[in-house]
C-alpha cells in the first residue's frame, strides 16, 4: 500500500475520536499550540486564508473566530472522514461564521497560483508523502513577496527534555492512544514520524530550499513543537 494512502486510511480509521485523543495526549497543551499559530496569522491581516491537512478543523475554527468576517477561511484535508467530523461540527456552530471545507492533497492543491494570503498546516507535513514536493506545492500558491506559510510541527525536543520524551513516545504514547482511541498501531506511527522529523533548524532549511525568501522557527513546550512562519 503506498504511504499516502496507508497514512489517508489511518486517520480515517481515527477520525471519530481524533479530538478527543489531541487534548488527552498532550494535556491539553495543544489548545495552547494552536493559539500561538493562529496569532502569527492574525498579525498578517489576510484576506484569505486556507488550512491544509485540516482534519476535523479545530485550526480553521480558531482561525474563524479570531479573523475578521471579511477574511475568508477554508479548510482542505485529503482525508474525507475527518471533514465530515469538520462539517459536523461547523453545523452545530454559529452559522454566520461559515468556513468551507474541501478535499484537498497537499502534494496537488487545488488552487490557483499566487492566489492565497495565508497557509497553514498543522501536525500534517510530517505525514507528506513528499515533503519537499509538498512545500514546493504551497510555495507556487502563495503570492509572491506577500504571502506567508505558518507550519505548527512536532520537532526534536530542547537536550534537557530528551531523557524524559524518548521514553514517552516509545512507551506512554501508544498505551495511553490505545486508551484513548482503541487504536494503539495509529499512535505507533505517531510516535516513529516524530523521532524521525528533523530539527526546527533542518526543516527551516528545507522550507527555504523550497523557494521561500526567509523563515523564522519558534520553539515551544520544550522544543517538542515548533512553529515555522515563511514569507513567499
Not at 504511504?3 to 497543551?29: C, K, P, W
Not at 473566530?65 to 456552530?93: I, N, Y
Not at 537536550?159 to 513516545?169: A, I, S
Request: net charge positive; proline share 6%.
Amino acid at each position: 500500500m503506498p504511504e499516502g494512502t496507508r497514512v489517508q486510511s489511518m486517520f480515517a480509521g481515527i477520525s471519530g475520536r481524533y479530538d478527543f485523543a489531541n487534548h488527552f495526549l498532550s494535556g491539553g497543551v495543544d489548545l495552547y499550540w494552536r493559539r500561538r499559530l493562529v496569532r502569527s496569522v492574525v498579525r498578517r491581516q489576510p484576506s484569505e486564508v486556507v488550512d491544509l491537512a485540516t482534519g476535523t478543523g479545530d485550526v480553521a475554527f480558531a482561525l474563524r473566530r479570531k479573523l475578521p468576517r471579511s477574511c475568508r477561511v477554508t479548510g482542505l484535508d485529503f482525508c474525507e472522514p475527518m471533514l465530515v467530523v469538520a462539517r459536523r461540527k461547523q453545523r452545530q456552530r454559529d452559522p454566520a461564521e461559515p468556513i468551507a471545507f474541501f478535499f484537498g492533497d497537499c502534494l496537488a492543491l487545488p488552487l490557483g497560483d499566487a492566489s492565497i494570503d495565508v497557509l497553514t498546516i498543522a501536525f500534517g507535513l510530517r505525514n507528506l508523502e513528499d515533503r519537499h514536493a509538498g512545500l514546493c506545492e504551497m510555495r507556487r500558491v502563495l503570492k509572491p513577496g506577500t504571502g506567508s506559510l505558518h507550519v505548527l510541527e512536532f520537532t526534536q525536543p530542547a537536550r534537557w527534555l530528551k531523557p524524559l520524551y524518548g521514553p514517552y513516545l516509545h512507551h506512554v504514547l501508544p498505551r495511553l492512544a490505545r486508551l484513548s482511541t482503541g487504536d494503539k498501531a495509529a499512535y505507533d506511527y505517531l510516535a516513529g514520524s516524530i523521532r524521525a522529523f528533523p530539527t526546527k533548524e533542518a526543516l527551516a532549511g528545507e522550507i527555504r530550499a523550497a523557494g521561500f525568501a526567509s523563515v523564522r522557527a519558534t520553539g515551544l513546550t520544550g522544543s517538542i513543537v515548533a512553529l515555522h512562519e515563511a514569507e513567499a
